[in-house]
RNA sequence: GCCUGGGUGGCGGAAUUGGUAGACGCGCAAGACUUAAAAUCUUGUUUCCUCGUGAAGUCCGGGUUCGAUUCCCGGCCUAGGCACCA
């Protein structure tokens, strides 16, 4: 009897699909389990391993939950807009509409062979103008609350990819799609308030259930930091300087103002005789990117401005220099020297010879700091700090803080690293903004009612054109519109929003896909929302990640969410290797899903890459592996023939299957499929071993397998003699009273060595088995007639013989 | 530099309210079946030695404990995030 994996794979792979076996019914909702992946956005090469492993994760969950008696829902969508899919349609000269109806088919088809268990028919595609309605509505929603705002600003512009780039999108200091260098542009772009989120972004990251590693990196991103801002009056000019610092307590250890090139009206702090200097040093650094910037830190290089600053608190007069180590965008863009307490300041105090003094030390004795080793940033003693003395520094900074507020110097503030999300992109492949430019009434709203802004469709010349604007800047039958408020002439905004605005909110699209009449149905939201377990690459963590947040939060605050945050439960997947190396198509190890579903089996594939490791790590595909799990398929299909109706299993194996339901339950709970499957395997191995089986255990071991090895569970499934689907029988039910052993295996320990083993009753009382231990040969050989100290009974498992 | 993870056989990895280290799988070795091979099945597989009722062993060095992969202190390596962030 042998298995024919293609044969079998392909029969319930069609039935479970023409049979909408995994359509979900939204009306019953009182034990819903929303299992969600990152919807791909569907790339002409078809389904790669990496979206391929998160789609089996999430499917896996659903179908596991499903047998326990949940009502799973697992769905599937399109994140089509963007730059992705855009600049892969201009390589091969297509329209991205017509590439897309092609490669979604093929991603599809590719899905259902696999046998996933997810939701066609709630299918969501970000460029249908049913979805991007409503996201163009969210946008006004926005707007409405003042979260979308207009700004110019020094941004960060893209020359290959001819558009604005968000911050987020930076890395490396590359552009994070093509690598190409940002340039600096000064441009009007749309923004989102997401800095008004911050606290609330970082705060909710306490109590939430997702993985370490992604909070850690939202965390940083936020980059919350508590401070103050003195005010300090320039000598001589009716001119303030402010500037923020963590630490306030060093104050009287500062010895110079530094402010950044590019601060607006620097040259006015400059005296007539240093201007020539500082506006070629402020030419050379802005003439460098901040890459270069960061890189060329070895010396700290700046300019006297000839002022001098008075520090409200000290009296000192402190001299003001340019320095391009201070960047505009953070804090305030000037910064007080420290040098004794800061390296940076150190280093420059040295290059310009400025003094250095030490306000804090261990124990608050004095000692010169004549080194970058010496910078002392610890904690210890303030000294040489007139009120602050003796004081530690926790203490010092809250009293710096409030002296500064009573006497208005300064006040406390916390900044921020997270910045405004620039959405406005300068491409084809989006949402339309939905707002009209009018000279006489502004920025005018599209009114709902007229919404989809709908992208024109027959385009000549929609590539990027560079000149900074949109290629919808030349569409005249699109931008030229009457203003929505006077009904004179105006003009559509040409820009579209960032992809991942899109991909903000389609996990709430998925639970209503087909209203016309409003973005969701609040009610069904409320009963669906949040998402129970979300799996996807941390690539994600911080942009996606923090974008979905920030989109919910604002949501939420509207009242359509039940929660904030959208994600009850998020799990980062690892990275798939081939033999310990990335996967790249330059280097032609990459892993074709359908290669292996046809050689080995989807069942083995699948499986396979769950058993490789935990769910968070990096896992090693080899070829050689993967037999492994294909060996199991086998294994299990010839048990079939041991299936015997009422036959009486022994008691050893159905302690052995009571004992497996029990922890897979858990460990599946836990996402720890590794482990799972190793105790499948081993319960497999026991199976084995028997004269028969009885139908009831071959069955409950079936449903146990089944979310790994769903197509061969269903092949034998049915094979005894089924009709439904091994999807809608309903997971083994535990038999605690098999869980008893008649008998245990107590081990002894001599001086923390293993030295013999007991066959007990679990029963035992700690007298009786201290007495069997002791009288036991081995423990007395060992004992060689010394007197035990103390003896400890670890109840069931051991007994330890201190001598 | 700061913030998160991680470090266990030839390999992927199991085991934590501190209690038999190496489950499960891969690979390898030997045997069975076969004319032969593949497949399959059986057995073995941390290392070392003087082969035992032996010793050592979970990145390294200390500590707590009857007992430490697990807890504490110090260090090394590694993956990810942030970074002249003031």
């Given at each position: ?183 600096k542009k000064e441009m009007k772009q749309w ?379 998020f799990r980062a997947n690892g990275m798939l ?84 339901n029990k922890e897979v339950v858990i460990d ?136």
């Amino acid at each position: 009897m042998t298995y024919n994996h293609q044969e079998v794979e392909s029969k319930w792979a069609k039935k479970w699909k023409d049979s909408n076996l995994f359509v979900c019914n939204f009306d019953d909702s009182d034990q819903k389990f929303y299992s969600l992946f990152m919807f791909p956005y569907p790339s002409a090469e078809g389904l790669h391993i990496g979206n391929y492993f998160c789609f089996t994760v999430s499917d896996l969950i659903a179908k596991f939950k499903r047998l326990q008696g949940y009502n799973a829902f697992c769905p599937i969508g399109w994140d089509a807009f963007g730059m992705h899919s855009e600049n892969y349609a201009i390589k091969i000269g297509e329209t991205p509409q017509k590439m897309l109806s092609r490669t979604v088919e093929n991603f599809r088809n590719q899905m259902i062979e696999s046998g996933f268990g997810v939701d066609f028919t709630k299918e969501v595609d970000t460029t249908s103008k049913e979805y991007y309605k409503w996201t163009q509505w969210i946008f006004l929603k926005l707007l409405e609350k003042d979260l979308a705002f207009q700004k110019s600003s020094l941004l960060n512009y893209c020359p290959s990819c001819k558009t604005v780039l968000a911050d987020e999108q930076i890395e490396n200091g590359g552009c994070e799609r093509c690598k190409t260098q940002p340039e600096k542009k000064e441009m009007k772009q749309w923004f989102f308030k997401i800095t008004e989120f911050g606290d609330r972004l970082l705060d909710g990251l306490s109590d939430m259930d997702w993985s370490d590693i992604t909070k850690s990196a939202q965390k940083n991103w936020i980059g919350k930091s508590k401070g103050a801002e003195i005010t300090v009056k320039v000598d001589g000019l009716d001119k303030e300087l402010t500037y923020f610092t963590t630490r306030p307590d060093t104050t009287f250890g500062a010895s110079f103002i530094t402010v950044a090139p590019e601060l607006k009206d620097v040259l006015d702090l400059v005296l007539p005789e240093f201007v020539m200097q500082a506006q070629e040093y402020i030419a050379v650094s802005g003439a460098k990117s901040d890459l270069d910037r960061i890189s060329d830190n070895k010396e700290k290089t700046g300019i006297f401005t000839g002022r001098y600053a008075i520090q409200p608190v000290t009296g000192h007069k402190l001299p003001i220099y340019i320095s391009d180590y201070v960047l505009a965008n953070v804090g305030t863009g000037v910064v007080v020297g420290v040098p004794a307490h800061d390296k940076r300041d150190f280093e420059f105090a040295e290059a310009f010879n400025l003094p250095i003094k030490r306000v804090i030390s261990k124990d608050g004795s004095d000692s010169k700091i004549s080194s970058v080793d010496d910078v002392y940033t610890q904690d210890g003693i303030l000294l040489n700090s007139d009120f602050l003395n003796g004081l530690k520094v926790s203490d010092a900074i809250t009293k710096i803080g409030e002296y500064i507020e009573e006497k208005g110097f300064g006040k406390r503030v916390t900044n921020y690293r997270l910045r405004d999300w620039c959405i406005s992109r300068q491409r084809y492949w989006g949402p339309p903004i939905p707002v009209v430019h009018c000279d006489d009434c502004g920025v005018v709203p599209v009114p709902e009612s007229q919404l989809p802004v709908e992208l024109p469709e027959k385009l000549e010349n929609w590539e990027p054109s560079g000149d900074g604007k949109g290629p919808l800047a030349n569409v005249d039958e699109f931008i030229n519109v009457p203003c929505p408020k006077c009904g004179k002439p105006a003009k559509r905004d040409a820009d579209v929003t960032d992809n991942f605005l899109d991909s903000s909110w389609y996990m709430l699209r998925y639970l209503d896909p087909h209203n016309d009449s409003e973005i969701f149905n609040v009610e069904r939201i409320k009963k669906w929302m949040p998402v129970d377990f979300y799996v996807g690459g941390n690539e994600h963590a911080v942009m996606h990640l923090m974008y979905v947040r920030f989109i919910c939060m604002a949501l939420f605050d509207l009242d359509l969410l039940p929660t904030e945050n959208p994600f009850k439960k998020f799990r980062a997947n690892g990275m798939l290797l081939k033999d310990g190396v990335k996967m790249s198509k330059s280097k032609g190890n990459v892993i074709n899903p359908e290669e292996y579903g046809r050689k080995v089996s989807f069942d083995a594939l699948r499986t396979y890459i769950l058993f490789l490791g935990p769910l968070s790590e990096d896992r090693s595909f080899s070829e050689d592996g993967i037999l492994g799990t294909r060996r199991w398929i086998d294994k299990i299909y010839k048990l079939l023939e041991k299936v015997e109706d009422k036959y009486l299993d022994s008691d050893d194996l159905l302690y052995l299957y009571n004992k497996t339901n029990k922890e897979v339950v858990i460990d599946l709970d836990e996402h720890k499929f590794n482990t799972v499957v190793a105790k499948l395997m081993e319960l497999t191995n026991a199976l084995i071993k028997q004269e028969k089986i009885s139908k009831e255990v071959f069955e409950g071991f079936l449903v146990m397998v089944a979310p790994f090895l769903q197509f061969l569970a269903e092949e034998c499934y049915s094979q005894l003699g089924n009709t439904d689907s091994v999807f809608n029988a309903s997971w083994p039910k535990l038999d605690e009273s098999k869980l008893v052993k008649s008998s245990i295996v107590v081990v002894v320990q001599i001086a923390g060595k293993v030295r013999a083993k007991l066959q007990v009753s679990p029963n035992i009382t700690q007298e009786e088995i201290q007495k069997l231990a002791l009288e036991n040969s081995d423990v007395q050989k060992w004992l060689d007639g010394k007197e035990p100290k103390k003896v400890i009974y670890v109840p069931g498992k051991l007994v330890s013989v201190v001598v």
